[in-house]
T-cell receptor
Framework: RKEVEQDPGPFNVPEGATVAFNCTYSNSASQSFFWYRQDCRKEPKLLMS???SGNEDGRFTAQLNRASQYISLLIRDSKLSDSATYLCVVNGNTGRRALTFGSGTRLQVQP | GAGVSQSPSNKVTEKGKDVELRCDPI?????LYWYRQSLGQGLEFLIY????????KSGLPSDRFSAERTGGSVSTLTIQRTQQEDSAVYLCASSSTVNPGELFFGEGSRLTVL
C-alpha cells in the first residue's frame, strides 16, 4: 500500500463549481499534513497546511480525519486559474523523515 | 530573488555515463531534499539532509545514486552508469527549521538518458 494515495483524476469542473479531493495516508503516527499545488511543468508550491481542527484560506478549506486517516481539500467557486495538480503531503512521526508526496489529483476548471 | 537554484536545467547523456546535478538551497535553510518526478508521475523521495545529521538515504533507488551536501549548503546528486529509466526531472527543495513543512523547490534538472 502506498504511504499516500490520491485519486489521479482528472476532475473536470465548470467555473464556479465546488470540488473536493480526498487523500488517504497509511502511517497512523503521521503528524503533519499539507496540500501543495503543481502547475504543468512547474515545481510544486505549498498551498496550505492542514490542521487538526480544519482550516480555511479564502476559497480553500482543508480538513483532517485522523480516525480514518484521510485529509481533504475543498475548493469553492472554482476559477480557471485553479487548474493544476494538487498534491497531498504527509510527514512521519520523526523530525528526520522527509515529506512524502502523493501522486496528485489533476483539476481542470473549464469556462 | 534568492530561491533554490539547480543546475543544469537540462542534461542529455548517453547510457552508461555519469552525471552530476547541483542544488544551491535558500541561504539559512537547514533541510535539503532531492526528489525525482517522471513524466505524469508523482514525486519520488530520494534523499534528505537535515543540518549536521546523517542523511536519510532510504529513497535512493540503487547504489548508482549518491548525494552529498558540503558545508551544510550546496548539494550534489551523482548518478553513475546512467540507465534509460533514470530519465526524469530531479527536483531539489529546502526548508527552514521555523517552518519545516514548507518546501521551496528549484525548477529542477531534466535528465534524459539516451
Amino acid at each position: 500500500r502506498k504511504e499516500v494515495e490520491q485519486d489521479p483524476g482528472p476532475f473536470n469542473v465548470p467555473e464556479g463549481a465546488t470540488v473536493a479531493f480526498n487523500c488517504t495516508y497509511s502511517n497512523s503516527a503521521s503528524q503533519s499534513f499539507f496540500w501543495y499545488r503543481q502547475d504543468c511543468r512547474k515545481e510544486p508550491k505549498l498551498l496550505m497546511s492542514v490542521y487538526s481542527s480544519g482550516n480555511e484560506d479564502g476559497r480553500f478549506t482543508a480538513q483532517l480525519n485522523r480516525a480514518s486517516q484521510y485529509i481533504s481539500l475543498l475548493i469553492r467557486d472554482s476559477k480557471l486559474s485553479d487548474s493544476a495538480t494538487y498534491l497531498c503531503v504527509v510527514n512521519g512521526n520523526t523530525g528526520r523523515r522527509a515529506l512524502t508526496f502523493g501522486s496528485g489529483t489533476r483539476l481542470q476548471v473549464q469556462p | 530573488g534568492a530561491g533554490v537554484s539547480q543546475s543544469p536545467s537540462n542534461k542529455v547523456t548517453e547510457k552508461g555515463k555519469d552525471v552530476e546535478l547541483r542544488c544551491d538551497p535558500i541561504s539559512g535553510h537547514t533541510a535539503l531534499y532531492w526528489y525525482r518526478q517522471s513524466l505524469g508521475q508523482g514525486l519520488e523521495f530520494l534523499i534528505y539532509f537535515q543540518g549536521n545529521s546523517a542523511p536519510d538515504k532510504s529513497g535512493l533507488p540503487s547504489d548508482r545514486f549518491s548525494a552529498e551536501r558540503t558545508g551544510g549548503s550546496v548539494s550534489t546528486l551523482t548518478i553513475q552508469r546512467t540507465q534509460q529509466e533514470d530519465s526524469a526531472v530531479y527536483l531539489c527543495a529546502s526548508s527552514s527549521t521555523v517552518n519545516p513543512g514548507e518546501l521551496f523547490f528549484g525548477e529542477g534538472s531534466r535528465l534524459t538518458v539516451l
